[in-house]
């Protein structure tokens, strides 16, 4: 990447040029003047006018070429709204691009250009950036990726939760020959570094161990990965002490990565992991974020009082730690990963299956699951768990965990819901969605500047099973919803969540802001119209509201379709101190 810097020196030397050639021709007419007839040349005056003859054949040259007639841009946007991606208020004006980069803004641009659109006072903002994506679901099935495409979003970050590739250089190599239409970087997540030394298996790592995860780690910052991630909610990485993962953030800190973390618990012990979170960011030496930031279970609603206050103490004493977040009451996870107990699940499924069929442990994780219904991400009553996916039976998707509790005959109670819930484990698991979050802490959380918006999302298969509507809902769902009809926040301060503030975060400083120099990443929307569609019922629905979707200069969306062009590139982590 260079730097935002680079190419408006390349707008000065252009400049120069001409000056010279001006200054030159000027030289030549001068130098005809004095060229009198009978006038002896002498080899000064010679190799003067020899130096003068060549400027002035280089210059008009220049003049005759085709090339220098073609328009000075390639596409000019117009009478747009420009929401810089910095915070400040809009304000009018015109957008030009070469190649892949802003290369001016002004309130009224009238050079020619290849391509100018009119933006009719639509808002023009930098396109959006998601750090938290699961974008390896899905991108080489749908390289366009439209449901993000359509909300505006042009860079995508996988690897979060603890979970991506190790190692991660044939996945890069994968994702950088693949035609796409979006912008990819990724993390490198300590679950799957922890697996791939110790499997999935509760207790601490030998120190050769520990020396095998730092350089799987490293190697990983080397490959260009933005950070480690963690998810210590998740099998390995809740068996994983602080101090293992302090000294593996200390690998991605000496790169000049940062540490972002799915916590160890989001729901009665949300508070202590925000603190392991803050404390692994300090000890770690390198920023940390709690990612997807949400408040589980009726019993704790209200707890974003706390969580967010401790942020903040966290930052006045010079902890870099910031949040990001979804816009919904509901998350996404694994149906045994929700509803069972961590020590359950430890090793592979056949571990688990046994644990099952053994009674006495069976009733152990029963009473569990029972607790997790009533209190965590159950929300209290088995109708707000809904099954997304089950590869063993599509026609559960969709239903919920009601519904699956009489589907096998049983009276509907939480105890048998928690039966039931066994038994979609037993016969393979499912994506479930989990209606546990309360619409208060989540308004608290996006008004917390230290917020930045992330989707959590993948790229579905339009169409197939029933993905949380976040995949091609988020972005719009804040703009339309949250900003416009309820005024939770501003619209300047929603794009600079989904902008300027995640680029700065990963260090990608040649985008996330409407600025010459930067990379021409743009989003078009209209904010009288822009709003989500999609719902847990019917997810497959694309945003509204979007009419020009800007990747590397490139026009990818326009007017309700995806366009051919594929500018879409691997994003790599800056080298520190470049
Ligand atoms: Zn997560």
Not at 344 to 371: F, H, M, N
Request: charged share 25%; net charge positive; with cysteine.
């Amino acid at each position: 990447m260079s730097s935002p810097f680079a190419s408006g020196t390349k707008i000065g030397r252009y400049e120069n040029r001409s000056k010279i050639c001006e200054g030159g021709m000027r030289k030549v007419s001068l130098a005809h003047d004095k060229m009198t007839p009978g006038t002896k040349l002498n080899w000064y005056k010679m190799r003067k006018l020899i130096v003068i003859v060549v400027t002035a054949a280089v210059c008009l040259g220049i003049a005759h070429n085709p090339q220098a007639q073609n328009p000075r841009y390639d596409l000019l946007l117009r009478n747009g709204r420009i929401v810089d991606g910095s915070g400040s208020p809009w304000y009018r004006g015109d957008v030009a691009i070469r190649g892949d980069t802003i290369v001016r803004v002004a309130p009224s641009i009238a050079e020619p250009a290849q391509r100018v659109i009119d933006l009719n006072d639509q808002v023009i903002a930098p396109g959006f950036i998601d750090i938290h994506t699961h974008a390896r679901r899905g991108i080489f099935d749908v390289p366009t990726a439209d449901n993000y495409v359509r909300q505006g979003v042009t860079t995508l970050i996988e690897g979060p939760d603890g979970s991506s590739p190790v190692p991660l250089s044939p996945f890069l190599k994968r994702l950088d020959a693949l035609q796409k239409s979006v912008n990819i970087g990724t993390f490198i997540g300590q679950g799957s570094v922890r697996a791939a030394v110790i499997g999935d298996v509760n207790r601490k790592p030998t120190a050769e161990e520990l020396d095998k995860m730092r350089a799987l780690v490293e190697q990983g910052m080397k490959d260009g990965a933005f950070g480690l991630s963690s998810g210590l909610f998740y099998v390995p990485g809740t068996f994983t002490p602080t101090d293992e993962v302090v000294e593996l953030a200390k690998v991605a800190a000496r790169y000049g990565g940062i540490y972002i973390s799915h916590m160890r618990d989001e729901a009665t012990r949300v508070v202590d992991s925000v603190k392991e979170t803050i404390a692994i960011g300090e000890r770690g030496g390198l920023p940390t974020q709690v990612t997807h930031h949400k408040i589980i279970g009726k019993t704790n609603w209200g707890k974003s009082i706390i969580t967010l206050r401790l942020i903040d103490e966290a930052r006045a004493r010079g902890v870099d730690a910031t949040i990001d977040q979804y816009p919904y009451t509901a998350s996404s996870t694994g149906i045994g990963s929700a509803l069972l107990p961590a020590w359950a699940l430890e090793g592979g499924r056949e571990d688990v299956l046994k644990r099952l069929k053994d009674p006495t442990t069976r009733a152990r994780i029963k009473t569990e699951t029972i607790r997790l219904i009533r209190e965590e991400r159950g929300g209290g009553d088995p109708k707000n768990v809904v099954i997304a996916r089950c590869e063993w039976d599509a026609s559960l998707a969709g239903k919920n965990l009601a519904e699956v509790t009489r589907l096998r005959k049983m009276a509907l109670t939480i105890p048998n819901a928690a039966e039931a819930a066994l038994w979609l484990v037993e016969k393979g698991g499912c994506q479930g969605v989990f209606h546990a979050i309360s619409e208060a802490d989540l308004k608290r959380i996006l008004r917390d500047p230290a917020t930045m918006i992330g989707s959590d999302g993948e790229i579905p298969i339009f169409g197939q099973a029933s993905p949380h509507p976040r995949s091609y809902g988020t972005f719009a769902r804040v703009l339309g919803m949250y900003v416009r009809d309820l005024k939770v926040i501003s619209l300047e301060e929603a794009i600079r969540k989904m902008t300027s503030f995640p680029a700065q975060r990963l260090g990608v400083l040649d985008r996330g802001l409407i600025r010459p120099g930067m990379k021409a990443d743009i989003a078009v929307f209209d904010p009288a119209r822009v709003r989500d569609l999609a719902t847990f019922e019917k997810p497959h629905q694309y945003a509204e509201g979007f009419s020009f979707v800007i990747v590397n200069g490139q026009v990818v969306f326009e007017q309700g379709r995806m366009t051919a062009a594929r500018p879409g590139r691997v994003l790599l982590r800056q080298p520190k101190g470049d």
